[in-house]
């Protein structure tokens, strides 16, 4: 089950890999993995 915070989060950060498809391993992508599974 998704948490609105990490939904919210994902949408914010797929929105930045699609710009820019480079940073595809960020911290906070990590954070938000680990965060998802977790919830």
């Known amino acids: 089950m ?3 915070v990490g939904i919210l989060l994902a949408k914010k950060i797929y929105h ?5 498809r480079q940073n ?7 954070y938000l993995t ?5 919830s």
Do not use: A, G, Y
Not at 16 to 20: A, E, H, L, M, W
Not at 34 to 38: A, D, E, K, M
């Open 2 to 4: 998704f948490n609105p």
């Open 24 to 30: 595809t391993l960020l911290p906070e992508n990590k």
């Open 34 to 38: 680990h965060s998802i599974i977790i």
């Open 16 to 20: 930045r890999s699609k710009f820019n």
